[in-house]
């Protein structure tokens, strides 16, 4: 577990101007895992980037405070860096480097299934997520969910006593939708609510799709039942894919819109997924890798990009190929024939200069 100070340096540094998930921890990196030296490398490295003025970095009085809400709350700060973060979440590209949790901590270290699909869900819709729900709990495993009207509702509600966590896009204090504010208590007290952002924030679009990096990064495999075409669930289908989590899928009527999603995925080869037994069939010899710690998404390297007349080329090769358009940053590193180490290097100069955004799926674009 951190020291005090500790604690209060990661979350400054997580909750810095410009820094997201990616930044955070190649700062980490680059600092060899001092946590005050990572606060150090801000001005300069956001100065080559160009940034003009400073980053706002939050003082230590305002995190003080901060974890203090939390405490009052009835919640806790986790570092991605102490044995209470879910180490299933811990091994993705871009974990959170601080959460924010309340009540039941040991769900989040359990093994688990997420469920989730459309906000105006079919009576059937509900039906077999309260179904798949139940039966998931009862066998041992966690249900996940982003705490959304209909499908991710009936999940949670009828996994209340099994184990639930639910996934918020806000803080964890911040009822939305407004009409599952009963919900949330009731998972509150009896389960688990967990939130990247700080108390007090309301949700706005752009939150969602990094709270659904969370609902699939947390599970094993995820479940999506009743979704349109171009839905938020296929978003976490597709995240749950990248972060090599099993995908399954109910099928539905090709007459209904909210079967086109699910039926797609299954097309793409999801698992075809009408009962719980489904879906132990294919997870239940993975439960046990849960046990493995995974590597920490900071591991200590050899300093990137030190070379200036490199990096000077670097920024102009870079630079130049970015637009406003996302691109992947793989894709990038190819383009520009230049060493992952150093395109890692610019991205990161220019992210904290406030001149790109990352996107999910590991792209960039221009601001």
């Not at 400054?12 to 150090?40: K, T, W």
């Not at 009052?72 to 102490?82: D, H, R, Y």
């Amino acid at each position: 577990m951190l020291a005090d100070d500790e604690r209060i340096d990661w979350v400054r540094l997580a909750r810095s101007e410009n820094v997201g998930p990616v930044a955070f921890f190649q700062l980490l990196r680059r600092a060899q895992g001092d946590i005050q030296g990572a606060l150090g490398l801000l001005p300069e490295l956001a100065r080559r980037g160009g940034r003009n003025g400073a980053l706002r970095v939050p003082s230590r009085n305002d995190i003080a405070r901060e974890i203090d809400a939390v405490t009052k709350f009835g919640a806790t700060t986790i570092c991605a860096c102490e044995p209470t973060y879910p180490r299933a979440l811990a091994a993705i590209h871009d974990p959170p480097p601080v959460l924010t949790a309340g009540r039941k901590l040991d769900l989040l270290l359990r093994p688990a299934v997420a469920i989730v699909g459309a906000r105006n869900a079919s009576t059937n819709g509900r039906r077999i997520a309260d179904m798949l729900a139940r039966d998931l709990a009862r066998a041992g495993w966690v249900v996940v969910s982003g705490l959304a009207r209909g499908i991710d509702s009936a999940a949670h509600d009828a996994s209340l006593d099994g184990g639930t966590i639910a996934v918020v896009a806000g803080g964890i204090d911040v009822t939305y939708p407004p009409e599952n504010a009963e919900l949330q208590a009731d998972i509150f007290a009896r389960g688990c609510v967990a939130a990247e952002m700080p108390l007090g924030i309301e949700p706005h679009a752009r939150h969602f799709p990094r709270r659904n990096r969370i609902v699939s990064g947390l599970v094993r495999g995820l479940v999506v039942v009743e979704a349109a075409m171009h839905s938020g669930s296929l978003i976490s289908a597709r995240f749950a894919l990248e972060q090599g989590r099993e995908v399954f899928a109910v099928p539905g009527s090709p007459l209904d819109p909210r079967a086109r999603g699910t039926n797609d995925l299954i097309r793409q080869g999801a698992h075809l997924t009408e009962s719980a037994e489904d879906i132990f069939r294919e997870l239940g010899p993975l439960a046990a890798d849960l046990a493995e710690p995974p590597q920490e998404p900071w591991g200590f390297d050899a300093d990137e990009g030190s070379d200036s007349r490199a990096l000077a080329h670097a920024r102009e090769v870079v630079f130049a190929r970015l637009s406003p358009s996302p691109v992947a940053v793989d894709e990038l590193v190819r383009d520009c024939q230049l060493s992952a180490a150093l395109v890692r290097t610019v991205l990161l100069e220019l992210e904290l200069a406030g001149r790109i955004e990352r996107q999910p799926g590991h792209r960039v674009a221009l601001i």
